[in-house]
């Protein structure tokens, strides 16, 4: 309760972007929940009614967009965040989420985004989906994390015959349940990642690592360490 009524007082809040978030996307007997609270620095595009989703019980501003995270963060980031879903794509939301500022929130091109229960995310994370992107539940992601599951251009591969032939420029990416994701990491396209597991501050994780409580990372990530646990 303290933390819903230290919300509306913070300057960042907005009434007006809260109460259009709400009431746009959601049917009036969960918009009248307020289940989204969204900050005065966050750019809305998109995100028409039954393009995002909330499964299961619905409590006020469970769904928090642009506030809190890390003050040494906040200085080296833009101000502004972006929260962008196409019409024909679906954001889903399991639970209770928390997006810091400065994040850049991206589903396109008829993707799926599934967020977990207990997601959070620090100041600056970025993640763009164009082909479909999962979280378990009570992942952490810390500072300046990008996730993404598309390589943004496509590449192609010259065959025998001397023709060009495209590469897959897209694949899902699947986080499992309890994985802490630490600053200034990237997730790219096709990457599966066990649950309980930690990938350590600037990793680029290129390859899958389906195993549970791993410690990974490195660039490009390997296996450091097996048979870890973390709390928050």
């Known amino acids: 309760m303290f933390k819903k009524i230290s919300l509306l007082w913070t300057g960042r809040f907005s009434f007006i972007k809260t109460l259009y978030l709400n009431f746009r996307l959601l049917p009036f007997k969960s918009a009248i ?7 005065r620095r966050v750019k809305i595009r998109g995100c028409s009614r039954g393009s995002v989703i909330i499964n299961g019980p619905v409590h006020t501003f469970m769904i928090s967009l642009g506030f809190g ?18 019409t024909d794509c679906r954001l889903v939301f399991a639970g209770k989420a928390h997006f810091a500022p400065h994040f850049n929130l991206l589903v396109k091109h008829g993707a799926t985004m599934t967020i977990g229960n207990g997601f959070s995310c620090n100041n600056g994370c970025k993640l763009s989906c164009v082909s479909g992107i999962t979280f378990g539940e009570n992942c952490l992601l810390g500072g300046d994390v990008v996730v993404r599951d598309s390589d943004g251009h ?3 591969s010259r065959t025998e015959d001397a023709d060009f032939t495209a590469q897959p420029d897209r694949k899902p990416v699947l986080i499992g ?3 802490w994701i630490c600053n200034k990491s990237d997730i790219l396209k096709g990457v599966t990642i066990g649950n309980d597991c930690v990938v350590s501050y600037g990793s680029l994780v290129v390859k899958s690592f389906e195993g549970d409580h791993l410690l990974i990372g490195g660039t490009p990530a390997k296996i450091l360490k097996e048979d870890i646990k973390w709390e928050r």
């Open 154 to 156: 496509t590449v192609f």
């Open 69 to 86: 995270g890390s003050s040494d963060l906040i200085a080296y980031n833009p101000k502004t965040s972006i929260l962008e879903v196409d």
């Open 177 to 179: 349940d309890h994985v």
């Open 33 to 39: 929940r307020m289940p989204f609270a969204v900050s």
